[in-house]
C-alpha cells in the first residue's frame, strides 16, 4: 500500500483491487468489453445518428433530445479531460500487474496514469441525465446503463471507485450546465 495515502484513499485501493481481481477471467474479459460503450466516441456517434434521423423524420422532440444529449457528452468530455489533465492516478490494473501505484498533481498523458476520473461512467450518465430531461421514462434505463458501465469499468481494472465517483460527478455537473444553457436559448425537455 501507497504509505501516503489517507484511510480513504487506503479502502479504494483495496476495493478497488478485490473488484479487479478476476480481470483475467474471460466472461469478465467479455462482460468489460461492454464498458467500451460508454466512452465519448459511440455517445456522440448515436447522438448524431439519432439527430440526423429526428431531422430527416421532423420529430421536434426527438431532435431537442439529440442535441441535449451531444451537449451533455461534451461537457462530461471536457471536464474528464480537464481533471486528467490536472491529476494522475495509476490505474488498477497496474497495481496488480506490476504492483505500482502512483498519485499526484499534474497530468501524464499516458493511459496507466489516467485512472481519475471515469470518463466513461462522466459520459454515460450525462447522457443518461440529458435524455431523461426529454424522455423521463427513459430514467431507469439511463441509471441502468451508467451502473453498468460502472462495473464494467471496476472490473476490468481500468478504474478504481473513488475514479468513477469522480466521473458520476463530473457528468452530472456537465450535464446540468448544458442543460441549463440550452434552456437559455430556448430548447427544453420536461
Given at each position: 500500500m501507497?504509505?501516503?495515502?489517507?484511510?480513504?484513499?487506503?479502502?479504494?485501493?483495496?476495493?478497488?483491487?478485490?473488484?479487479?481481481?478476476?480481470?483475467?477471467?474471460?466472461?469478465?474479459?467479455?462482460?468489460?468489453?461492454?464498458?467500451?460503450?460508454?466512452d465519448?466516441?459511440?455517445?456522440?456517434?448515436?447522438a448524431?445518428?439519432?439527430?440526423?434521423?429526428?431531422?430527416?423524420?421532423?420529430?421536434?422532440?426527438?431532435?431537442?433530445?439529440?442535441?441535449?444529449?451531444?451537449?451533455?457528452?461534451?461537457?462530461?468530455?471536457?471536464?474528464?479531460?480537464?481533471?486528467?489533465?490536472?491529476?494522475?492516478?495509476?490505474?488498477?490494473?497496474?497495481?496488480?500487474?506490476?504492483?505500482?501505484?502512483?498519485?499526484?498533481?499534474?497530468?501524464?498523458?499516458?493511459?496507466?496514469?489516467?485512472?481519475?476520473?471515469?470518463?466513461?461512467?462522466?459520459?454515460?450518465?450525462?447522457?443518461a441525465?440529458?435524455?431523461?430531461?426529454?424522455?423521463?421514462?427513459?430514467?431507469?434505463?439511463g441509471a441502468?446503463?451508467?451502473?453498468?458501465?460502472?462495473?464494467?469499468r471496476l472490473?476490468?481494472g481500468?478504474?478504481?471507485?473513488?475514479?468513477?465517483?469522480?466521473?458520476?460527478?463530473?457528468?452530472?455537473?456537465?450535464?446540468?450546465?448544458t442543460?441549463?444553457a440550452?434552456?437559455?436559448i430556448?430548447?427544453?425537455?420536461?
Amino acid at each position: 500500500m501507497d504509505t501516503d495515502a489517507n484511510d480513504l484513499e487506503q479502502s479504494d485501493i483495496e476495493l478497488g483491487e478485490k473488484l479487479a481481481s478476476r480481470r483475467h477471467d474471460p466472461a469478465v474479459r467479455k462482460a468489460s468489453k461492454v464498458g467500451k460503450l460508454g466512452d465519448q466516441e459511440p455517445l456522440y456517434a448515436a447522438a448524431a445518428a439519432t439527430l440526423v434521423y429526428a431531422v430527416a423524420t421532423c420529430r421536434a422532440r426527438l431532435a431537442c433530445a439529440s442535441v441535449a444529449v451531444l451537449a451533455a457528452v461534451a461537457g462530461a468530455d471536457v471536464g474528464k479531460t480537464i481533471a486528467k489533465r490536472s491529476v494522475h492516478r495509476t490505474r488498477p490494473h497496474v497495481k496488480l500487474d506490476d504492483d505500482r501505484y502512483e498519485r499526484g498533481l499534474g497530468g501524464t498523458g499516458e493511459q496507466p496514469e489516467q485512472s481519475f476520473p471515469s470518463g466513461h461512467v462522466a459520459c454515460t450518465v450525462a447522457a443518461a441525465r440529458a435524455l431523461s430531461r426529454h424522455y423521463p421514462a427513459s430514467s431507469p434505463w439511463g441509471a441502468l446503463a451508467t451502473i453498468t458501465i460502472a462495473i464494467a469499468r471496476l472490473a476490468k481494472g481500468a478504474h478504481w471507485p473513488l475514479d468513477v465517483a469522480g466521473g458520476l460527478m463530473i457528468g452530472l455537473f456537465a450535464e446540468a450546465l448544458t442543460s441549463a444553457a440550452l434552456r437559455s436559448i430556448g430548447l427544453r425537455g420536461r
